[in-house]
Each structure stands twice: as structure tokens, then as C-alpha cells.
């Protein structure tokens, strides 16, 4: 059976863009790195980071490549609040091939982040165990206040049937 | 006092990064899903994740960027600063597993205003298994200017 379909196709070239709704904020910087278990104090102590040269605490830096936090939505049945496409695909499990981050600067606490996401494409490749599977490839680019890029997230993502295992 | 940035002139092309072990037990994966504002269910929902063929709840493939970003700053130091982290995963991790960051340095060379980049090649091993493979550009300063 065929998986990419016209209709899935017609998806390739869509944009949606959410808007920074607050700053970035010290509070989200320390929980990452709590979370992480990172005691590098340049996420946490300002005088620390001062003396390495920047303005103030930074950013961990795949923080704000981090998908869920732009969207605001409440959750889905699995739970999801994050940007997804809500792709036209049967019932499927979705795996992540990979991730190409570019950063141009340390985010600090009080940047406002605002992603565009694009859907560049969509191929379908057949798959070890003998079915076929979607690879569907987006980029996100992440701007601060004034417009500039501040991080790059090239990624793409495999859908498998579940009915064809 | 904060810590040294590594001396760019004092790094080898071949020379390893130290290995950097992070675990990822089921409090784990709640905290970095919290972190992140992940709510999806694959991390910590057993039965649903075995309803999708899961053996486990799994760890979410972006923390894999994170520690791979994390061992690379931990050898750089403070004043380094990564520009690219290329990643493509070869295995799934699930709650309970413990992954380790290996690296090396494959090419160095000078930027402008005194600044160097050292490329790493970056292994996330899950026991015997590979769970993600990396290209991770470090920008790093000279010595001389600090």
C-alpha cells in the first residue's frame, strides 16, 4: 500500500509560525538543567556566567529547540501539546531519525523566542522488515525580538505502520 | 573562579573526549518531559507504550541531543560555544537505561578573531548497542585575549 499519498503531498511547503508569548526566563533555564542533572553553574549563577564573558546566565543550548514549549494547546489523547502536523497517516507509530541543530548565539533569559516550522518534505522508503515507511523532514527556525535567527532545527521524523509489523 | 576553557593549541585531532554517563530512570524521563513540556505519554505510560509495540516508556530522542551537547561543553568549558550538533539515531532508549557519551576530536582549524573549531564525532552507547551517532561543531577561543 502506498503511504504517501496527493493528499499527503500537498502537505510539502506548509508553514505555521507561533509566536513568543513571554521570555525565555531563569526559571525554564534552571528546570532543564535540573532535569538533566547539568551542574554547570553558567545556567544558574550570573557571576559565574559574567566572568565567562556573558551578559548573564544562558540558555542550555538544545533548550529552546525543544519542541512542546511554543505551541499552547491543551493536550491530545496521547497527551501531546506540541507543534505537530497532524499528517493524514493510518495508524502509525512515529520515531525520530535525527536532529540537525544550528546555533548562531547563547540564549539568555530574557529572550523571546518565536519558531516558524516547514514541512520540506516527505519521501517514503521501504524498511528492514519489509513494509514501508514515511521519513517526513521540517525545519524550524528560531528568531528573538528583533527578527534575528538565533537557532536552526532541521528534523525528521519516520512514520511505521503499526498494522504492517 | 570559574573553570578553564580548554586551550585550543592544546587539542589533537584523535584526542577523546571523557565519557559522560547519564541515566535515565522513570523519575528521569518525568522530569526532562516537565522540562521540556512534553506531556506525550510514550514517557511515562507503560501500557500505552506497549499498545504501540513498545518494550518501555521511552526517552524522549531530543535528550539524546542534550547529552551529547552537555559532554561536549563539560570537555570545552565555559567560554566554548557550539554551533552545530548534528544527530541521527540508531536505537530507541527506554526508562531504566543507562547511556554514555563517547567522543573525539576529527579536525581542527583556526576562525577569525582569534577563534578556533574543533569538530567532534560523538557516540551515545547503550551498553553494546548505539543509540545515536553526532557531528558537533565547537567554537572555541584562543588562549591568548581570555
Known amino acids: ?165 | 573562579m570559574i573553570r578553564p576553557t580548554i586551550d585550543p593549541a592544546t587539542i589533537r585531532v584523535g584526542d577523546a573526549l571523557p565519557a559522560r554517563e547519564q541515566c535515565f530512570t522513570q523519575v528521569d524521563l518525568v522530569a526532562y518531559g516537565a522540562a521540556t513540556w512534553d506531556w506525550h505519554r510514550l514517557h511515562y505510560d507503560l501500557e500505552y507504550a506497549r499498545s504501540k509495540k513498545l518494550p518501555g516508556t521511552l526517552v524522549d530522542g531530543q535528550a539524546f541531543g542534550a547529552v551529547l551537547a552537555r559532554a561536549a561543553l563539560d570537555w570545552a568549558g565555559p567560554r566554548a560555544f557550539i554551533m552545530r550538533l548534528n544527530f541521527k539515531m540508531k536505537s530507541m532508549a527506554f526508562a531504566g537505561d543507562t547511556l554514555v557519551a563517547q567522543g573525539e576530536v576529527t579536525a581542527m582549524r583556526a576562525l577569525h578573531g582569534g577563534m578556533h573549531l574543533a569538530t567532534l564525532v560523538q557516540r551515545l552507547m547503550n551498553g553494546e548497542r548505539v543509540c545515536a551517532e553526532a557531528v558537533t561543531d565547537v567554537r572555541i577561543p584562543s588562549s591568548a585575549g581570555r
Not at chain 1, 133 to 154: E, P
Request: hydrophobic share 40%; glycine share 8%; aromatic share 10%.
Open chain 1, 1 to 165: 500500500m502506498a503511504l504517501l499519498t496527493d493528499e499527503l503531498r500537498a502537505w510539502i511547503g506548509r508553514e505555521v509560525h507561533y509566536p513568543a508569548r513571554e521570555e525565555l526566563g531563569r526559571a525554564s533555564i534552571r528546570y532543564f538543567a535540573l532535569a538533566m542533572g547539568d551542574d554547570n553553574p553558567l545556567y544558574v549563577d550570573d557571576a559565574y556566567a559574567r566572568a565567562a564573558g556573558y551578559p548573564s546566565v544562558i540558555a542550555p543550548p538544545t533548550l529552546i529547540c525543544e519542541t512542546c514549549q511554543y505551541a499552547h494547546r491543551p493536550p491530545d489523547e496521547d497527551g501531546y501539546i506540541g507543534h505537530e502536523w497532524h499528517l493524514p497517516v493510518p495508524d502509525s507509530r512515529m520515531i525520530r531519525a535525527g536532529n540537525g541543530y544550528e546555533f548562531m548565539r547563547p540564549v539568555l533569559p530574557g529572550d523571546r523566542i518565536s519558531v516558524t516550522w516547514k514541512l520540506e518534505d516527505i519521501a517514503e522508503r521501504s524498511s528492514s522488515g519489509g513494509g514501508t515507511q514515511l521519513f517526513v523532514s521540517s525545519v524550524a527556525t528560531y528568531r528573538d525580538a528583533a527578527g534575528a535567527v538565533v537557532a536552526v532545527n532541521r528534523e525528521t521524523l519516520v512514520y511505521q505502520p503499526l498494522g504492517a509489523q
